[in-house]
């Protein structure tokens, strides 16, 4: 009655009426503690009548930890916006006064394992994720009602489900971006429900859907460079439940509507390292689910298009340490309704089926308590058997740039892979490994399939069919040396220390009589130099590798190491001093103070122009949308701001004329579709480049429009399905046929000229990179333009077909061109694709510090090459 005042009143707009909530919000046959408030009586509205705010998600949360002895709440962390990332831990009463006896015991079971038995009053661990993709509404919003019903649910059902397991419900693993869409729906409310797909309202998927940085963190379990995953990756191994479910939205439009998924998933394209046992258990799950959506009469499909081969997301990470991960995946409402050719899809509707889905999981979870058991127990002892039967003892690896390499052990720490310090110099593939320095991982311990899954190099697929990256080789990706040390030489004597956190280390600088110098070979030099730079201290680059008398002794110098002398510079020797000691401790570089201006080589000394360049600070300039991809502009801003510290101007590539032009030294570029200038934006910023001396980076489709709209070079554009003269194939096959030649993520070797100033910092000519387009850069004529080359058999881990590797084969990967007074840089990958690839980093870096640096060589006959 009073809902019906307000409506009339004008209090509660009329539009919410027309998308009331299932009445499954409280299932049939269950009695719920009326004193237990609903999610609809703190919310103020019924699910899915509008998008709930994330605060009031957290309070009601709260509400809920407070009022029922079954729930505990702990915040894990805080998103990069600074808004909780909350864990509610769900379980009857008397399992909460054991937890941690429960926890310990459970994960006592792991292959060094408990014996027959030791299980049988352990309760399953379930662990329910929502909210991993902002865009996506109706996975986190059927948060709510589940705790609910977890809390006020009463009967001796619930009591038995709720005995015989410990429920997990982690939202939102994205708050920020749930943040945007919350943001975005309730500004493009209206009264009256607009269910027409073309409304600005239901166009949700792109900035909302990523993180604050514009990263998909569903990608991010394995690779966890965004702050988001370094919170609930941790949270997920305190108790390595036995089941993860991961819950989503996926597209619906008006030509192709999508209905409702959950795993097993595609029987084709699945991960070896996952034993058939896990894919056993979740087609016995997926009866229970099955059972419910065919008593509604909900349409779905379980064993095609997803599938859990990468071991980087929600549903997969889990299958290759012990869990068996499961998808579901609902057709999108978008705002709150949405006509399909299948009828009228809703919100409501999408979260009951969510919820429902997680209710299903847990019970199945509880029934299948004894197999979970079970498989856990034979998850491990498998994985001991396989590395016992391995040819290969472990990995070794090292890398002079020392803070790549601490970030790369604490990722393995983190996924809870035992690292060890290397105790005896070895040699492997011609490449020495030293005490000290490298470190050492074994293939005989409990995370021998997550071992696996960093270091392994598959180029051997079933059928040529992916959904995401094929390849996630993170000792390529990082760029490290790296090699399999076989079983025969895999000695006792090698490992060291185990590993704890560590941090770069560097020892304060001594007083400089003459200058200061470090290292650009370290991921952090850059955000060294740039505080420098802003703190007005002169500095100049080596050009050439130099050994420098220290007060420590002789120190050899790289390529792109900075100098930084006393004299001349505004600060008093103490203060640079001070300063510099700051820098290097911050930074975790090592800063050496230099004696005397002479070099210990014959040739150049530190006051040569030949063998120093001037460094300037780099102003930077980052275009977005008008068809750049979110996640590739996203992952540039994070390297330049999150990683390396330095401010960045972010402006929409469409009102690029409207910048004041002398401000900015470095335009970015990132890929995406239709990433073009306009004519008139094209001419100004080839005048910013030759008359103004300003660098213009372009990466991916970028640097296909960059190489012909400002360097005149026509692109190469055939690249599609390869027919022979003739050639006809059943539509069975099509599309195979047209995914045999889609690079979709694998990793490549190019040939780095160490020379160029652009390849400062790196050690070996090979480097590893990510290539996931079939785009070509033409050959320059200039012949030392072409800093990177992909090898001409170029493959090194993942998919890409004969015909794409033979294209792709001895093209440029990195082209760097003077044009006038400036530089054009193209390259034709993502140098920090997912924030994954430390070891392409300094690419950009070095177009951002050093794209100065050079100059266009001479033709015979006095014809130049700058443009």
Not at 36 to 43: K, S
Not at 459 to 477: G, K, N, R, V
Not at 507 to 530: I, K, M
Not at 535 to 543: H, Q
Request: with cysteine; proline share 5%; hydrophobic share 40%.
């Amino acid at each position: 009655m009073l809902r019906a005042v307000l409506v009339c009143v004008g209090l509660l707009p009329a539009g919410f009426l027309a998308a009331q909530a299932p009445a499954g919000f409280m299932p049939a046959g269950i009695s719920y503690d009326a004193d237990v408030t609903t999610p609809a009586e703190a919310f103020g509205h019924e699910l899915g009548e509008r998008a709930t705010r994330y605060d009031q998600l957290i309070s009601y949360f709260q509400e809920m930890a407070r009022v029922s002895n079954r729930v505990a709440l702990d915040t894990l962390g805080r998103s990069v916006e600074g808004r909780p990332i909350v864990r509610l831990t769900v379980t009857a009463a008397a399992n909460h006064a054991r937890l941690d006896e429960i926890r310990d015991r459970h994960l006592a079971l792991a292959g060094s394992g408990g014996e027959e038995g030791d299980h049988q009053d352990l309760p399953v661990v379930v662990w329910l994720g929502f909210g991993v993709h902002g865009a996506e509404a109706a996975g986190l919003e059927a948060s709510a009602p589940l705790v609910h019903h977890l809390a006020a649910g009463q009967g001796p059902e619930i009591e038995r489900v709720l005995e015989n397991s410990v429920v997990l419900i982690v939202a939102a693993l994205n708050p920020d971006g749930h943040a945007r869409r919350i943001d975005h729906s309730l500004s493009f409310w209206s009264r009256t429900i607009v269910r027409n797909g073309d409304h600005a309202g239901h166009d949700l998927w792109a900035s909302q859907r990523a993180s604050h940085y514009g990263f998909d963190l569903n990608r991010q379990w394995l690779l966890l460079a965004q702050h988001e995953a370094q919170v609930w990756v941790p949270a997920w191994h305190e108790w390595q439940p036995h089941f993860t479910g991961d819950f989503h939205e996926m597209g619906t439009t008006s030509v192709r509507p999508s209905t409702y998924y959950f795993s097993p998933g595609d029987h084709v394209r699945t991960n070896d390292l996952v034993p058939e046992e896990a894919r056993s258990l979740l087609r016995r799950m997926a009866d229970y689910h099955k059972g419910h959506l065919d008593e509604r009469g909900t349409l779905y499909f379980t064993e095609e298009v997803y599938n859990n081969f990468y071991p980087g997301s929600g549903s997969g990470y889990p299958n290759v340490q012990g869990s068996v991960g499961a998808l579901f995946e609902v057709g999108t409402a978008h705002l709150v309704e949405l006509d399909t050719p299948l009828g009228r899809w809703s919100l409501a509707e999408n979260i009951d089926v969510h919820f429902h889905s997680a209710l299903t999981s847990i019970a199945s979870a509880v029934d299948l308590r004894e197999d979970f058991h079970d498989y856990r127990r034979a998850f491990y002892a498998s994985a001991r058997a396989e590395a016992a039967a391995d040819d290969r003892g472990g990995f070794v690896f090292t890398s002079p740039d020392r803070g790549r390499l601490v970030r790369f052990v604490e990722l393995l720490e983190t996924h809870r892979i035992q690292v060890h310090e290397l105790a005896q110099d070895v040699e492997l593939d011609g490449v020495e490994y030293r005490a000290g320095e490298a470190y050492v991982v074994e293939l005989d311990q409990d995370a021998y399939r997550m071992v696996r899954t960093v270091f392994d190099r598959v180029t051997e697929f079933e059928a040529p069919s992916f959904s995401d990256a094929t390849s996630w080789t993170l000792s390529l990706t990082y760029g490290l040396d790296h090699a399999a040390v076989p079983r025969g030489q895999m000695r006792p004597q090698l490992l060291g220390e185990r590993t704890g956190p560590i941090r770069p280390a560097a020892e304060l600088p001594d007083r400089a009589a003459y200058g200061y110098a470090f290292s650009w070979t370290d991921h952090y030099a850059p955000r060294a130099l740039y505080r420098l730079l802003d703190e007005g201290v002169i500095a100049r680059a080596a050009l050439l590798p130099v050994q420098a008398r220290t007060t420590r002794g002789p120190v050899e110098l790289v390529r792109g190491s900075v100098f930084i002398p006393l004299k001349g510079q505004s600060l008093s020797p103490e203060a640079l001093h001070d300063l510099l000691a700051r820098v290097g401790e911050e930074a975790g570089i090592q800063i050496h103070a230099i004696d005397i201006g002479a070099t210990l080589d014959e040739g150049s000394d530190f006051g040569s122009g030949r063998a120093f360049g001037t460094l300037e600070q780099p102003e930077v300039l980052l275009l977005f949308e008008g068809g750049v991809q979110r996640f590739d502009m996203g992952h540039v801003w994070h390297l330049l701001d999150a990683q390396m510290e330095m401010p960045v101007v972010l402006k929409q590539k469409d009102r690029i004329q409207e910048i004041e032009w002398s401000r900015y030294t470095h335009i970015i570029l990132p890929g995406g579709r239709d990433v073009g200038l306009t004519p008139a934006a094209t001419e100004r910023v080839a005048r910013w480049i030759r008359e103004e001396g300003g660098t213009f980076v372009a990466l991916r489709q970028g640097a296909e429009w960059a190489q012909e709209a400002l360097l005149g070079r026509a692109p190469i554009t055939d690249r599609t399905m390869a027919l022979e003269p003739g050639e006809r194939f059943n539509l069975d096959d099509l599309r195979l046929r047209q995914s045999e030649d889609v690079v979709s993520g694998a990793i490549f070797a190019a040939d780095l000229d160490l020379s160029h100033p652009l390849a400062f910092g790196y050690h070996r000519r090979t480097l590893p990179t990510h290539r996931d387009t079939s785009i070509l850069l033409v050959t320059p004529d200039n012949p030392v333009a072409t800093v990177a080359r992909y090898h001409e058999s170029p493959l090194l881990a993942g998919y890409a077909s004969e015909r794409r590797q033979e294209e792709i084969g001895g093209t440029p990967m990195l082209i760097a061109e003077r044009m006038g007074q400036g530089t054009v840089v193209l390259m034709t990958d993502n140098p920090n694709f997912r924030g994954a690839y430390p070891g392409t980093n300094k690419l950009l870096m070095n177009s951002l510090f050093f794209s100065t640096l050079f100059s266009a060589p001479s033709a015979p006959g006095g014809a130049g090459f700058r443009r």
